[in-house]
C-alpha cells in the first residue's frame, strides 16, 4: 500500500486550545541530541550552566545514530594524494597526511568510544575517518551526559516555542500529552533548524534557481561480508573499485536485468570495526524535502525498497558479499538538507574553498564542498586547499 501524499486540498480543521504541564525550568535548553546538541549541552554544563537536554527518540547521537551515517568524517587537514584503483581498504585512501582543527567534546567522545572497543581511532591508515558502532556511540554518549551532570527528556518531539520577557518556553509533545520546559537559553540543534523557523527565524530552502535539495540516503549495516574474497575481486578488477566505492560494471549488468533500480552508478560503502561487517551508502531518493511528512513518508517507503534491492545484488554479483545479511538499518532515512537559517553572515563555497579565517571564528572545519546531485546520478566533491582549514564565524 503505498504512502500518503500530498493533500489535493488547502482545507484545514481548527484546534480547541489546550494546556501543557510545567516540567522544567532551566538555564539553557538544548534541543536536540545529535552531535551538536552533545556538543552544544556539554559546553554549556562545564561552563557551569544548569542543561536540560530534549531528544525525540529514545537515544542520542542524532545522524550517527539514528540513520546510521557513517563513519565519522575527517576533521583534519588533508595533504591530497592520487587516489590509486583497485585498494579495498574500505576507508578513504586519498587523504594524506593531517593534523585535527577540532577538539573538546569531540576528542572526549573518541577517546571514550575507542577506549570501550567501540571505534577505530583516525589516523593515516583510516584516512582520518572514525569507523564505530552506533550501539556503542549511544552508551558512550549518555555516559557523557551524566558525568557533566545534564537532565535529560527522552521521547519529546518539539512541536512549538514561545518566548515572553522572562524566558522562553519550548512545547513538547510526549506519550504523556504536551509538556513545556522553560529556559533563559535555548538551543536548536534540532538539525532542521525547526525551533528557529517556528520562532521566526528568516531561512533558504533549496538552490537559487529552484527548490530542489540532496537527496535522501537510507544507511543499513551488512554483515557476514569475506573481505579476502572481495580483496581477490578488486585485485583481479582494479578499474572496478576506488577505496570505499565502485563496482560500476556490475552495477550496469543488474540494471539493465531489471534487479536494481538506482539514480546512482555505483555502490558507496565503508569497513565498520568489525572485520566482517560493513556501512552500505548507497540508497538515493530524490525530489523529497525532509520537512515535509509526506516526502519523509514517501523516502522511507521508497529507499526501503532499495534497500532490499542492494542486499540482494551484494549477495548475488559481488564476491565476499555471498552469505551477507542486513543486520541493522535506519531507524530513519538520512536527511542530508533542508533549511538554512539566515544568520548574519552565510557561509559561501568561496570562504570554504580559500580557506577564509575571520576574527569572530567559533569553529573550524576542514570538510570540502560535498554535493550529490539532487536530480540523480553524481557527486560534486570540491576540496578546501592542502593544509588548510577554514573558520565558520
Known sequence: MPPLRHPDSPFSISLPPR??????ETGVLVVGGGPAGLGAALGAAN??????????????GGNATAALVMPLMSFHTQQPRHDKPGKATLLPTDHGPGKPVVAGVLTTLLDRLVKANGAIAPSLQTGYVVPFDPEIFKLVALDLLDEAGVHFLFHAFASDIISDERATSVVFETKSGPVVIRARVV??????????????????????????????????RVTEFERAAFKAYVKEHPDQWRSVHGLWDLIRKATESGELQLSREDMLFFATPHEKEVSVNSTRVTNVLGTDVWDLSYAEWESRRQMRQIAAFLRRYVPGFEKSYMVQSGVNIGVRETRRILGDYQLTADDILQARKFTDVIARSTYPIDIHNPEGRGTTLKRVPPGEAYDIP
Not at 209 to 220: C, I, K, N, R
Open 19 to 24: 494546556a501543557a504541564q510545567l516540567a522544567a
Open 47 to 60: 561552563a557551569g550552566a544548569d542543561v536540560i537536554l530534549a531528544e525525540r527518540y529514545g537515544f542520542l
Open 187 to 220: 538551543v536548536d540543534c534540532t538539525g532542521d533548524g525547526d525551533l528557529a523557523a517556528r520562532a521566526g527565524a528568516a531561512y533558504e530552502i533549496g538552490r537559487e534557481d529552484d527548490p530542489l535539495v540532496q537527496p535522501m540516503t537510507l544507511m543499513f
